[in-house]
């Protein structure tokens, strides 16, 4: 088992040309992020969200993770991009491998897998997902 690098969903990519993942910031899909510990299987080949092997912690974080605030897309340079504001889970002890983001509005599928490169702590403290910069060479999602 293991979370395989950082990838975009194969499920997702045929979804996004069928239409079913809307990304207008604040009217648009919602869209949570669940965060998973070294257990789980999770790859470009996961479509949709999972309990199995997710991160657990005795206050702050509950299953199925946190909704992520859309910022809005943008083209630029022949790349479109999408950018979510930060992630933050108060108050939490618990251990994080990696992270699921997922689409809530379209049956809980799968749109992206993170993997933080090893396993991530807290003690009753706070967990923050920090998304790259809203730029088309570094935001979480680009399609060129």
Do not use: C
Request: aromatic letters at 10%; zero cysteines; glycine letters at 10%.
């Amino acid at each position: 088992m293991a979370i395989t690098t950082n990838a975009i969903a194969n499920s997702f990519k045929k979804e996004l040309l069928e239409g079913k993942h809307d990304f207008t910031a604040s009217t648009g899909s919602v869209f949570k992020l669940a965060m998973y510990t070294s257990a789980a299987t999770l790859g470009k080949s996961t479509t949709s969200y999972t309990t199995g092997s997710e991160t657990s912690s005795p206050a702050g974080y509950t299953a199925g993770g946190k909704a992520l605030v859309n910022g809005g897309t943008s083209v630029a340079s022949d790349v479109a991009i999408v950018d979510f504001s930060n992630l933050s889970f108060t108050n939490v002890t618990l251990t994080a491998r990696g992270a699921l983001i997922y689409n809530t509005s379209n049956s809980n599928t799968a749109v992206a897998v993170l993997d933080f490169g090893g396993d991530k702590t807290a003690t009753s403290g706070t967990f923050t997902i920090q998304f790259p910069a809203f730029t088309t060479s570094a935001a979480i999602l680009r399609i060129s």
